[in-house]
């Protein structure tokens, strides 16, 4: 059970620890990102440090004058929104440390590579995904990882290729129709 905010015994508030954000990458990978991705991820860093973090700062310290117990929990609530703050500009500190841009321009056309925009018949309807960076995925609109299974199924195929990919779901018929790099 949590003890967020509770008070203890001689009138202390304690404050609970906001969990690190595991790395999605492989041991010792590189962080692939489009050259679009990369330009976002550093600008939401450059968000977090100069506006968002100091802003919450600033209101700890304006908070800070009162001692009452309202303004008292509305400090917790803030010092908080630091800590988890803190935490996404650590992570995303690190996935920058690890930053690998790919020129999609230098990607052969003619097979299936990172940055890729592929394609594909499954299960007899058409489907389209390009493989991005982790922190760009969104399968919803077919963006997909580079380490999820359907990226590394598809990845050094050509046009015409034609594989069986496994999921937890079921088999899934796969047939390469369509190979661009945006």
Known sequence: MSRAFVSDSDGQFEEEEVPEIRNPL?????????????????EELKDLNENQRPSIVDEISRLSGGVSNPERNAILVQRRKVRELDRRIAYLSELVRMLEVVDLRNQDPTRVAFGARVTVEQ????????????E??????????????????????????????????????ITILEIEYP
Do not use: C
């Open 123 to 134: 299960d007899n309807s058409r489907k389209s995904y390009q493989i991005v960076g982790v």
């Open 136 to 173: 760009e995925s969104d399968p919803s609109r077919g963006l997909v990882s580079w380490v999820s299974p359907i990226a590394k199924s598809l990845m050094t195929k050509h046009v015409g290729d034609s594989f069986l990919l496994k999921l937890p779901t079921g088999d899934s018929k």
């Open 26 to 42: 492989p041991p010792g990978a590189k962080n692939y990102m489009t050259p679009a991705g990369a330009q976002k991820l550093k």
